[in-house]
T-cell receptor, first 117, second 112 residues
Framework: DARVTQTPRDKVTEMGQEVTMRCQPI?????VFWYRQTMMQGLELLAY????????DSGMPKDRFSAEMPDATLATLKIQPSEPRDSAVYFC???????????????FGEGSRLTVL | GESVGLHLPTLSVQEGDNSIINCAYS??????FIWYKQESGKGPQFIID?????DKRQGQRVTVLLNKTVKHLSLQIAATQPGDSAVYFC???????????FGTGTRLKVLA
């Protein structure tokens, strides 16, 4: 049963602490996305990668957020230092995308709920 | 916990009736559209998709209609069931990119 796996599922931390969220995309998927979901903003695209290369991280606050794909089976989203306004559910999604114009659905993980006190 | 909260438009329908959920998109360069369903505490799940060269696509109990003239997308659910209660999002993809942007969502409540 192929699925996107995210850890941790829940994280409570204090302001100023570093937070790292991890995502294992579906095996064989070449495109990985990070989204943030809040009550006020809905689902916001933070960054995405294709074949492990970052294509767009314009949705991400650059001063404290960083996203990487150390290998094809792992994507990470790091916040350092964390702030209360970062509290949200962070979703990873993966898909199998061909050349631009050849598209498909995104498969989402269950999310990582972050609370920054 | 709730995935999206108090500011969502809500559609309440009687069990067995048909539901129509609407979505306005802004980018005329979008070439692919998806409807997702999100239940509380879970990630969004794919329902149905449509490419911009089509105006209608049908699945099992669901139909998506695309009107590019007015940049409008709708999801029709036939014979709505209690298990259809969730938040529904439309997503659009910008042509030439892999950028999927989600709408604000609509909460569907099915009344017994």
């Amino acid at each position: 049963d192929a699925r996107v796996t995210q850890t941790p599922r829940d994280k409570v931390t204090e302001m100023g602490q570093e937070v790292t969220m991890r995502c294992q995309p579906i095996l064989g998927h070449n495109t990985v996305f990070w989204y943030r979901q809040t009550m006020m903003q809905g689902l916001e695209l933070l960054a995405y990668f294709r074949n492990r290369a970052p294509l767009d991280d314009s949705g991400m606050p650059k001063d404290r957020f960083s996203a990487e794909m150390p290998d094809a089976t792992l994507a990470t989203l790091k916040i350092q230092p964390s702030e209360p306004r970062d509290s949200a559910v962070y979703f990873c999604a993966s898909g199998s995308m061909g050349l631009a114009g050849v598209t498909g659905e995104l498969f989402f993980g269950e999310g990582s709920r972050l609370t920054v006190l | 916990g709730e995935s999206v909260g108090l500011h969502l438009p809500t559609l309440s329908v009687q069990e067995g009736d048909n539901s129509i959920i609407n979505c306005a998109y802004s980018n005329s360069a979008s070439d692919y559209f998806i409807w997702y369903k999100q239940e509380s505490g879970k990630g969004p799940q794919f329902i149905i998709d449509i490419r911009s060269n089509m105006d209608k696509r049908q699945g099992q109990r669901v139909t998506v209609l695309l009107n590019k003239t007015v940049k409008h997308l709708s999801l029709q659910i036939a014979a709505t069931q209690p298990g259809d209660s969730a938040v529904y999002f439309c997503a659009e993809k910008t042509s030439g990119t892999y950028k999927y942007i989600f709408g604000t969502g609509t909460r569907l409540k099915v009344l017994a």
